[in-house]
């Protein structure tokens, strides 16, 4: 574990655990109707943090039950559609698409997908890395699924969607607290 400082509030995280620093302040509903940035205090902010730990958990653990993200299908119609990875997907320099193979391709992919990131790249990036028909030594390696034809393009939605849940989550929390302030 390494502390990471962003606007004076330092707090903990696990190396490549992949979660965003969380905003130095949220939004509190005063007596008068209107909204103030403050941080909250330790108590409401550790409730926070434990719905947000539990959702999370919920979110990630039960990936494969979610509705995939409704992604824009654009299939290709000089090639029969297929929904298997020929070789690997590929992800279009503007991050808004996925290239499944010379059929289809998966589109509408916003761009908070991204702010979830395992180590040094998003889920949905690796996903597309390590979901690839490879061979070595003789050995291929397919991760199609011959039960399930759709499994990957499904899988890419249902990434999209853990991707995107995990950021607005992560954006909600409220401050953490340094306890060096405590007393001022």
């Known amino acids: 574990m390494f502390p990471r400082t962003t606007q004076g509030i330092s707090f903990r995280s696990p190396e490549g655990a992949g ?16 909204a103030s940035r403050t941080p909250t205090s330790p108590t409401s902010a550790f409730w926070a943090v434990s719905r947000a730990g539990k959702e999370l958990a919920e979110l990630h653990l039960n990936y494969e039950g979610l509705d995939p993200y409704p992604l824009k299908w654009m299939e290709n119609r000089s090639v029969p559609l297929s929904y298997r990875v020929e070789d690997k997907m590929r992800l279009s320099k503007d991050k808004t698409s996925v290239k499944v193979n010379e059929s289809l391709a998966l589109g509408g992919i916003p761009p908070e997908t991204f702010q979830y990131r395992l180590g040094n790249r998003s889920a949905l990036e690796w996903v597309i890395d390590q979901y690839q028909v490879t061979e070595h030594n003789g050995i291929r390696s397919d ?32 401050p953490l607290v340094d306890g060096t302030d405590a007393g001022s």
């Open 143 to 174: 991760p199609n699924r011959h039960d399930d034809e759709q499994y990957i393009v499904r899988l890419v939605g249902q990434v999209v969607r853990v991707s995107l849940e995990t950021a607005r989550l992560v954006s909600s929390l409220p």
């Open 19 to 34: 979660l965003a620093p969380p905003s130095p302040h949220v939004a509190v509903e005063t007596s008068e109707g209107t």
